[in-house]
């Protein structure tokens, strides 16, 4: 699935190479052959089309894929051993322990002049000094050389590792800026040395900020709500997500918060970047959601509820409710669950909320109500001052009162506003529900 994290890359990628006249090169990085299935690929793919970076845009340049590259990749190991800046080594972990006496020491050298001609391919880093990332959000990053190992570009049957296979592949396409979350900033260190000894330029580094969840840790696929698909699936809009995500570590300026992307892209600059952990908050992600959703045209609204609603359903009688749904979801898959009740024979009842309306005079209320339905004017503001009329002769407010009414209406304590919702229902099948739960009441 792809990560959320991801998708706020890719679309600050995406913001800087619009406004800058530059690509945004998708590449998928498949060397790995363990995490390499068809359907993943696609999945990125889909996300990143639902958030709007697709191929109907001349700045979008692909999807590669790393393993086409791979002549490069064993051409860059080759020519950084014929130039000595790497070198083959058979070292095997138990080696380095019996040579270390410890568990944690980094590599020592040992094959650095053993002039061996096959095995793992290693590059040489420097002995002394520092390695230094200049970074556009963190600054000078320095990392000592003396604590960096010869790490290695290359296995033993020849493939490339991710820091080198990466490392070719920017400098084949010509890649300009790195933008990536600060978990690849050790890689960073190493293709800095990388790049020059192949004989090209560093890029542009700029490393983002980690998302962490509500409790400050680092969000977790095996812990969190994470996948961009499954907050499509439950009914994000996916320009909401665009927001939202374009504000974990950036933001326009001022006061304003919800802003859509034609208008939040000029502005954007990595320069403004924070460096500190940003939070997903998803009560505000549907908070923002719930703004999108109530500025859709009334149409579009209801023609992207269609997926979430029985096919069976009367499409007309939907759209008498829409404009009351509209008001109130945050995700458009709470919409079944807030008309559900004017096309079922009978409402879903939630127990729960059952019993929290059904506490206090249910059977009076309904019974008094049950008699103004038989009889009363069938609009909203009719059907209002007779359930208030009941309730004031039984000395309560009418949010007390209607609370079991909305129960045996709707089988639920909250929805749409009630008196609308009834009129729609009908007078038949509104007389028939409270019949109904007063029969359950044993009334």
Same mark, same amino acid.
């Given at each position: ?223 969190? $709500? +994470? /996948? ?8 994000? #809009?996916? !320009?909401?997500?665009? &927001?939202?995500?374009? @504000? ?71 759209? $008498? +409710? /829409? ?8 995700? #458009?898959? !709470?919409?079944?669950? &807030?008309?559900?009740? @004017? ?101």
């Amino acid at each position: 699935m792809f990560h959320v994290g991801g998708a706020r890359t890719a679309l600050f990628n995406w913001a800087l190479a619009e406004q800058s006249g530059g690509v945004f090169v998708l590449r998928i990085e498949d060397t790995d052959a363990s995490r390499n299935q068809p359907e993943w690929t696609e999945g990125i793919i889909s996300a990143l089309a639902w958030i709007g970076i697709n191929g109907t845009n001349p700045v979008f340049e692909g999807p590669y894929f790393q393993s086409t590259f791979e002549p490069q990749h064993r051409e860059a190991v080759a020519k950084l051993l014929a130039d000595g800046r790497a070198y083959f080594c058979d070292c095997t972990r138990e080696d380095l322990v019996a040579r270390t006496g410890s568990e944690h020491k980094g590599y020592d050298g040992h094959c650095r002049e053993r002039g061996l001609s096959a095995g793992a391919v290693r590059f040489r880093t420097p002995d002394e000094g520092v390695t230094v990332v200049d970074d556009i959000i963190r600054g000078r990053v320095e990392f000592p050389n003396d604590a960096q190992e010869d790490f290695v570009i290359a296995r033993t049957d020849g493939s490339p590792l991710y820091v080198l296979a990466n490392a070719v592949d920017d400098i084949t396409q010509n890649i300009t800026h790195v933008v990536r979350g600060e978990e690849h900033l050790g890689n960073a260190a190493k293709q800095v040395m990388l790049w020059p000894a192949l004989g090209a330029t560093t890029p542009v580094w700029a490393h983002l900020p980690v998302i962490v969840n509500e409790q400050r840790k680092k969000l977790s696929k095996r812990r969190d $709500k +994470v /996948a961009l698909e499954s907050y499509r699936d439950e009914g994000y #809009l996916a !320009e909401a997500m665009v &927001n939202y995500l374009m @504000l974990l570590g950036w933001g326009p300026g001022g006061d304003r918060e919800i802003m859509p992307w034609a208008e939040m892209m000029p502005l954007f600059s990595l320069e403004n970047v924070n460096s500190a952990s940003a939070f997903f908050d998803e009560k505000k992600l549907r908070a923002f959601n719930g703004e999108y959703i109530r500025a859709l045209p009334l149409e579009i609204f209801e023609e992207r509820c269609l997926p979430y609603l029985d096919p069976s359903w009367d499409a007309e009688l939907f759209s $008498k +409710v /829409a404009p009351l749904a509209q008001t109130r979801i945050p995700v #458009l898959s !709470e919409i079944r669950q &807030n008309v559900d009740f @004017l096309f079922l024979d009978e409402p879903v009842f939630d127990e729960a909320s059952w019993d929290k309306a059904m506490k206090k005079n249910p059977v009076e209320i309904l019974t008094g109500y049950l008699s103004a339905l038989e009889v009363v004017n069938w609009d909203p503001e009719s059907l209002k001052d007779a359930l208030l009329k009941v309730g004031e002769e039984l000395g309560m407010g009418l949010s007390k009162a209607q609370a079991p009414v909305r129960v045996a209406i709707t089988g639920r304590t909250v929805g749409l506003p009630l008196f609308e919702s009834i009129e729609v229902l009908g007078r038949a099948k509104s007389v028939e529900r409270v019949r109904a739960a007063l029969a359950k009441l044993g009334a």
